[in-house]
T-cell receptor, first 116, second 115 residues
Framework: AQSVAQPEDQVNVAEGNPLTVKCTYS??????LFWYVQYPNRGLQFLLK??????LVKGSYGFEAEFNKSQTSFHLKKPSALVSDSALYFC??????????????FGSGTKLNVKP | KAGVTQTPRYLIKTRGQQVTLSCSPI?????VSWYQQTPGQGLQFLFE???????NKGNFPGRFSGRQFSNSRSEMNVSTLELGDSALYLC??????????????FGPGTRLTVL
């Protein structure tokens, strides 16, 4: 079975400082991993995905994520946080079944607070 | 391209009623998935439709159903509403062309409140 875990309910960071939002995964086989962001009263916006290849994935709005197979992690990072980055962040893994690949499993979400 | 649209954005119903939510995918996308988001359970997969056929179903009771039309638009229906059905219902579409590398794009959601 596929699953992801986000160990931190909330992350607090000062504007201009680097930020990291953690995600670990448990899958059978190679993982297909995603990060989404949700602003209040909005749907999920796609940030980036890891399919294969480089372990450092670059995405939207200056975000990047580092895939680490040995630690089964896919942490979201940004070198310099903005107040506008404050939102709820979700890590997700795709099912690997032949016809189940549009079934995503989401983590519990991490609330990112960026203070001015 | 226009994004995924969902209507209505907000709904208030009472217990026992039924409700229908609508989702229009991104133009050219043929797969539509539905998710329920609640504070307690997080984001949970409801079902997926492709070519008017349900491909996958999550662990929800039969009161939750859906369908897809020939233009890929999808509806989901919840019958005999319960208080616990109050949630944000999210629809996502994908192209179904590259399968495992496809991205799911989400709509803004429908906020359902059951009184």
């Amino acid at each position: 079975a596929q699953s992801v875990a986000q160990p931190e309910d909330q992350v607090n960071v000062a504007e201009g400082n680097p930020l990291t939002v953690k995600c670990t995964y448990s899958v059978s086989g190679n993982p297909y991993l995603f990060w989404y962001v949700q602003y209040p009263n909005r749907g999920l916006q796609f940030l980036l995905k890891y399919i294969t290849g480089d372990n450092l994935v670059k995405g939207s709005y200056g975000f990047e994520a580092e895939f680490n197979k040995s630690q089964t992690s896919f942490h979201l990072k940004k070198p310099s946080a903005l107040v506008s980055d404050s939102a709820l962040y979700f890590c997700a893994v795709r099912d690997r079944g032949l016809y189940n690949f549009n079934k995503f499993y989401f983590g519990s979400g991490t609330k990112l607070n960026v203070k001015p | 391209k226009a994004g995924v649209t969902q209507t209505p954005r907000y709904l208030i119903k009472t217990r026992g009623q039924q409700v229908t939510l609508s989702c229009s995918p991104i133009s050219g996308h043929r797969s539509v998935s539905w998710y329920q988001q609640t504070p307690g359970q997080g984001l949970q997969f409801l079902f997926e439709y492709f070519s008017e056929t349900q491909r996958n179903k999550g662990n929800f009771p039969g009161r939750f159903s859906g369908r897809q039309f020939s233009n890929s638009r999808s509806e989901m229906n919840v019958s005999t509403l319960e208080l616990g059905d109050s949630a944000l219902y999210l629809c996502a579409s994908s192209s179904y062309t590259r399968r495992y590398t496809d991205t799911q794009y989400f709509g803004p959601g429908t906020r359902l409140t059951v009184l």
